[in-house]
């Protein structure tokens, strides 16, 4: 669950894309994936320092950032 097939799909074309390279994207892989871990083992921490209040927030906010990021390839993909 925590790679989805929108990060799979990125990891693939920016391996091929030949200014990125390789080595760059599983560097970048490797750095994300360190970041979930953290976020992982410190999320009772977390969870209980930003309340529940301030967690419906941050979900509300990414939602929102998750649907513009959806409409924006949406249109990209609806361009000539």
């Known amino acids: ?3 989805g097939p929108a990060s799979i799909t ?4 920016l391996a091929q894309n030949e200014a990125i390279g390789l080595v760059v994207t599983l560097v970048a892989l490797a ?3 360190g970041l979930v871990v953290l976020a992982l083992h410190y999320s009772d921490w977390l969870g209980r320092r930003v309340g529940g209040t ?6 509300k906010i990414i939602s ?3 649907a513009a990021i959806a409409v924006a390839m949406i249109r990209q993909g609806l361009r000539p």
Do not use: P, Q, Y
């Not at 301030?54 to 979900?59: D, E, K, N, T």
């Open 1 to 3: 669950l925590i790679a």
């Open 31 to 33: 750095a994300n994936l």
């Open 10 to 13: 990125t990891l693939l074309v």
């Open 54 to 59: 301030g967690m419906r927030a941050i979900s």
């Open 64 to 66: 929102m950032l998750l």
